[in-house]
């Protein structure tokens, strides 16, 4: 019997000091959001767009009595501030909605919810160069296909000022990266996996980012095709990496570089 207590038992994690935790599962079954939830989000933004606008507007009325109604939406559409504003407002909205509502149905904080999966220095690195390599072929991509883009487009005639082109530029590379990634990768994406499987949720989810930049591309179908690419970069990354916050890294170093770009070409936007 002595020779049988000598054989070595396997270990017990459960007792060890730091226990072993497995790594982020993300597949079809274990996704946590599901598509009620993405309606859910989707409606609250909508009424905080309508909500936020009419008090912007109110607000802007009181503070310009004599502004002629008729030309009330044309100002107010191309004016940087009242947009940036009313975005705010409406992101912060939806972050807090998004934290409520996974609590309430699936009683999971928001950053396990959407997998969030902060990544090491090293793929840190790698997810900024990832970013840096996609807006180049962005540029690539748009001389190639130059001839089919319009000169013009709606996203231009934001950048007024230095002033405006500062604000957009921060906006883009620190704030619309983060929410667009929480709805697109972190709700979006999971939820559709559960019903479609990967390739399949991989498109539709590019498909929705690029249409939610329809209006500022003005639906054009060369630069709309851009952005699906882009969309699909950013959700494979997600998949991959089970980890938001790396699309997150990649999608600010790639809105970080064309805004550099910009900066250097029009003299720190001065000539715009």
Do not use: C
Not at 36 to 60: C, E
């Amino acid at each position: 019997m002595d020779s049988f207590n000598n054989i070595p038992q396997q270990p017990d994690f459960s007792a060890a000091p730091f226990p072993i935790v497995p790594p982020p599962i993300d597949d079809r079954k274990n996704a946590v959001v599901d598509l009620l939830d993405v309606v859910l989000v989707v409606a609250v933004a909508a009424a905080g767009f309508m909500v936020f606008g009419l008090l912007g507007t109110i607000v802007f009325l009181a503070t310009h009595p004599h502004q002629d109604p008729h030309d009330l939406a044309k100002v107010l559409g191309h004016n940087t501030g009242f947009i940036l504003t009313v975005e705010l407002l409406v992101y912060g909205l939806v972050i807090g909605f998004m934290s409520f509502i996974v609590w309430i149905r699936h009683q999971t904080p928001l950053p396990q919810a959407i997998r969030w999966n902060f990544p090491d220095q090293r793929r840190v690195i790698y997810a900024l160069a990832g970013g840096l390599g996609l807006a180049f072929f962005s540029d690539v991509a748009q001389i190639v296909f130059n001839r089919w883009i319009p000169k013009s487009l709606p996203i231009t005639e934001y950048f007024q000022s230095r002033s405006s082109a500062l604000l957009l530029a921060g906006f883009g590379v620190l704030v619309a990266p983060l929410v667009e990634e929480m709805l697109f990768r972190g709700f979006l994406y999971p939820a559709l996996s559960r019903w479609t499987g990967v390739v399949p949720a991989v498109i539709l989810t590019a498909a929705g980012f690029a249409l939610l930049h329809g209006a500022q591309l003005a639906y054009s179908i060369v630069p709309l095709l851009l952005i699906f690419v882009v969309g699909v970069v950013l959700t494979v990354t997600r998949a991959v990496t089970k980890s938001v916050a790396t699309s997150v890294l990649v999608h600010m170093a790639y809105n970080f570089t064309l805004f550099l770009q910009f900066f250097i070409g029009t003299h720190g936007f001065k000539n715009l």
